[in-house]
């Protein structure tokens, strides 16, 4: 009998270590901190792949003219995107050199990688341009087949409810503003949360009742040890950072 509860309790911490082996690393807008890299860059997210990671986030904008293309901020050197046109924009040098890209080319550059697209749609000022970017979206990564291979997010709610409604069903779609309750997020459709480190500090037990609720749970950005760790220990699912290569060596160490 003793034998039996060592050999379940051994079970247990297998289980427990293999949970926590499984933590996925995402590249936060791509591996941009490296060399001949830069965030958002096409260059981030061969990097990403070239460490294994398993997603690569990025941005994305519709500009005035209908182009979807890939930016963290609303304006990129005095240009704002969404109410400029995409020659102006796509005009614009990285840090590295490239220029900003299309979301076509990220798209076909990902054919050849390995790594789950992540994609983040930024809140656009206007909700009908916001929701043209979403259909837009869906017809490019359709016409590409990479539909099995992409997860959205965003914080706005508009963007999260239209990708839920426009997207394939079972199309992994999160929310990042953390001011939704699991419970809301599985009721609107979600995959799950993705929210900042500390709003799951602050409310730890959100992330067992998203398990409880078959929820997926993914923390941003968290780029200090410490705070890898506390994500680690809690059992968040997939873990957002700027130092993606620190995150793997942790796991690996586990
Ligand atoms: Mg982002």
Redesign the pocket.
């Known amino acids: 009998m003793k034998k039996g509860i060592i050999t379940f309790a051994s079970l247990l911490m297998i289980s427990a270590s293999a949970f926590a082996q499984m933590t996925c690393v995402v590249a ?2 791509g591996y941009w901190d490296t060399d001949g890299s830069a965030q958002n860059s096409i260059r981030a997210l061969v990097k990403a792949d070239s460490i294994g990671c398993y997603g690569s ?3 994305v904008w519709l500009t005035a003219d209908k182009k979807l293309v890939v930016n ?1 901020d609303a304006d990129i050197n005095g240009v704002h995107i969404e109410t400029s046109k995409a020659k102006d924009v796509l005009a614009q040098k990285l840090r590295n050199g490239e220029n900003v890209p299309t979301l076509e080319q990220y798209l076909d550059q990902s054919l050849s990688l390995k790594p789950r697209l992540i994609l ?1 749609l930024k809140a656009h000022q206007d909700k009908k341009h916001e929701e043209e970017a979403v259909l837009a979206i869906l017809k490019l990564v359709k016409a590409r087949n990479l539909e099995a291979n992409i997860e959205y ?1 965003t914080f706005s709610k508009e963007a999260f409810q239209n990708f839920i409604k426009y997207a394939p069903k079972g199309t992994p779609v999160f929310y990042l503003s953390g001011d939704l309750s699991p419970r809301e997020i599985k009721e609107m459709g979600g995959a799950g949360i993705d929210y900042h480190y500390k709003v799951l500090k602050k409310n730890p037990w959100w992330i067992d009742e998203c398990h409880a609720l078959n929820l997926r749970v993914n923390a941003w950005t968290v780029n200090k040890e410490k705070d890898m760790q506390w994500c680690i220990k809690h059992g968040v699912d997939i873990i957002t950072t700027n130092a993606p290569e620190l995150l793997q060596q942790l796991l690996l160490e586990k």
């Open positions: 936060h807008r986030e990025f941005d963290h983040e997010i």
